[in-house]
């Protein structure tokens, strides 16, 4: 019997090499862009509905993970990100600290065409504009 693992293959290297010289930031910038920083019709962990959620255009994404996902009919890529702020004092000053208002999952097609979005936001921060 052989037996395969899939540890030490290529395909796991290959995967590797993409995800790593792939500037992910630019996905989340147009993506953002997009939608001019404004999400719309977002439901929170309470199913408490917002109609627009505006945010703002200081932000910064860091990349969490990435994944790729092979169904029986497709395969894509998935980024996710943390969406980060930087605090400023009273007088408006950056004070060096960052904080963290969410997090967004971009889902690409193999041909990294935009499939999804899944928006998790931090509600209570003073950051985010509701309405």
């Known amino acids: 019997m052989t037996r395969l693992e899939l540890k030490n293959h290529q395909v796991w ?51 969490v993970s990435s994944s790729i996902g092979i169904t029986h009919q497709e395969r894509f890529l998935q980024l996710k990100f943390f969406l980060i702020v930087d605090v400023v004092d009273t007088t408006g000053i950056p004070n060096n600290n960052t904080q963290k208002i969410g997090e967004l999952v971009l889902i690409y ?9 899944n928006w998790f936001l931090d509600v209570d921060s003073s950051m985010l504009e509701i309405s």
Do not use: M, S
Not at 31 to 46: A, F, I, R, T
Not at 109 to 117: A, G, L, S
């Open 13 to 63: 290297r290959d995967l590797t090499e993409i995800l790593e010289n792939l500037d992910a930031n630019i996905f989340v910038q147009e993506h953002l862009n997009q939608c001019d920083y404004k999400v719309c019709g977002y439901w929170d962990e309470q199913d408490e509905y917002y109609e627009t959620i505006t945010l703002p255009r200081t932000l910064k994404a860091k990349l």
């Open 109 to 117: 097609d193999e041909n990294i065409e935009f499939v999804d979005e």
